[in-house]
């Protein structure tokens, strides 16, 4: 399920540190979506990212994002991605993503463990934590296909903003992003593991792995980003839809409401594509809190 390479993405510095995308531009016309929500004196533009994104990619800058992002008083990401300390990454990724007594061969049904063992190191990964293995096996086809998280559109605007003395806001800490998956039931963490696995035991279909997402990114496809996407998690495993997105959506809206109230200001808030998606997306979540909400790209 392609969603779950999404997820990947979109925590990609947890799955780049567990180890150890994505297609050429879109047409002229095209351009990753960007939206304005305006109050009666203050604007917050938001920008859905991809958090790694192959080296063609890196064009995907326009002229408007560039005006905003020139206007705007502060700028928003989910959490410090091109500041991490990678020790203390790590130690997180200790402390919340690994299980010493029950080991993922106890977890999964036999025919899973047969598959994992087809597609990864079992011995190296089987201390993870259901959500662990799952996030670094979905980086793997990431990795392999040129996407790279310094490429990623948040660590760029990131080291952009930080090197204009640009005030940077972010809505977690790292620590917040792990006790995400940690506080997941169990029964959703095995389902997210074993989903990635039964994937990756797919044959390869046209060769294609992350490519179209990407392009489908950089298009401002969200027919494609979207409810395919999105609704796929939303039935098939309802815990992790509620921790990953609806919830910490709803959280952001109260945040930028805040905002808000507090102005006249112009923000940018840059956070994942999939968070900008359906009925629970931030679009959505500030529209129905009463506030006009257009797409402007």
């Given at each position: 399920?392609?969603?779950?390479?999404?997820?990947?993405?979109?925590?990609?510095?947890?799955?780049?540190?567990?180890?150890?995308?994505?297609?050429?531009?879109?047409?002229?016309?095209?351009?990753?979506?960007?939206?304005?929500?305006?109050?009666?004196?203050?604007?917050?533009?938001?920008?859905?990212?991809?958090?790694?994104?192959?080296?063609?990619?890196?064009?995907?800058?326009?002229?408007?994002?560039?005006?905003?992002?020139?206007?705007?008083?502060?700028?928003?990401?989910?959490?410090?991605?091109?500041?991490?300390?990678?020790?203390?990454?790590?130690?997180?990724?200790?402390?919340?993503?690994?299980?010493?007594?029950?080991?993922?061969?106890?977890?999964?049904?036999?025919?899973?463990?047969?598959?994992?063992?087809?597609?990864?190191?079992?011995?190296?990964?089987?201390?993870?934590?259901?959500?662990?293995?799952?996030?670094?096996?979905?980086?793997?086809?990431?990795?392999?296909?040129?996407a790279q998280a310094d490429a990623g559109a948040d660590v760029a605007i990131t080291r952009s903003a930080r090197a204009a003395s640009k005030p940077v806001?972010?809505?977690?800490?790292?620590?917040?992003?792990?006790?995400?998956?940690?506080?997941?039931?169990?029964?959703?963490?095995?389902?997210?593991?074993?989903?990635?696995?039964?994937?990756?035991?797919?044959?390869?279909?046209?060769?294609?792995?992350?490519?179209?997402?990407?392009?489908?990114?950089?298009?401002?496809?969200?027919?494609?980003?979207?409810?395919?996407?999105?609704?796929?998690?939303?039935?098939?495993?309802?815990?992790?839809?509620?921790?990953?997105?609806?919830?910490?959506?709803?959280?952001?809206?109260?945040?930028?409401?805040?905002?808000?109230?507090?102005?006249?200001?112009?923000?940018?808030?840059?956070?994942?594509?999939?968070?900008?998606?359906?009925?629970?997306?931030?679009?959505?979540?500030?529209?129905?809190?009463?506030?006009?909400?257009?797409?402007?790209?």
């Amino acid at each position: 399920m392609r969603i779950f390479r999404m997820i990947a993405a979109k925590v990609v510095l947890w799955g780049a540190i567990l180890f150890g995308g994505l297609g050429a531009a879109g047409a002229a016309d095209a351009a990753p979506a960007l939206w304005r929500v305006s109050s009666a004196h203050s604007q917050i533009y938001l920008f859905g990212t991809l958090h790694a994104l192959s080296p063609a990619a890196a064009k995907w800058r326009t002229p408007l994002y560039n005006d905003i992002y020139a206007r705007a008083q502060a700028l928003w990401f989910e959490t410090d991605v091109a500041g991490a300390d990678p020790l203390a990454v790590s130690n997180l990724v200790a402390h919340y993503g690994v299980d010493p007594n029950r080991p993922l061969s106890q977890k999964l049904t036999a025919p899973d463990v047969a598959a994992l063992r087809r597609t990864a190191d079992l011995p190296r990964i089987d201390h993870l934590r259901p959500w662990a293995a799952a996030l670094m096996l979905s980086m793997q086809p990431a990795l392999a296909a040129g996407a790279q998280a310094d490429a990623g559109a948040d660590v760029a605007i990131t080291r952009s903003a930080r090197a204009a003395s640009k005030p940077v806001k972010f809505f977690e800490t790292l620590e917040d992003q792990a006790r995400l998956f940690a506080d997941l039931p169990e029964p959703a963490e095995v389902r997210y593991l074993t989903d990635v696995i039964r994937e990756r035991a797919r044959p390869p279909r046209g060769g294609a792995h992350l490519e179209p997402l990407e392009q489908a990114w950089l298009n401002g496809d969200l027919a494609r980003l979207g409810p395919g996407l999105v609704g796929e998690m939303k039935v098939n495993n309802p815990a992790l839809y509620q921790a990953l997105l609806k919830r910490r959506n709803e959280r952001w809206a109260e945040t930028l409401e805040r905002e808000l109230a507090v102005g006249p200001k112009v923000e940018l808030v840059n956070v994942g594509a999939l968070h900008m998606v359906g009925d629970d997306g931030l679009p959505a979540l500030m529209k129905a809190r009463g506030y006009t909400v257009e797409r402007i790209q």
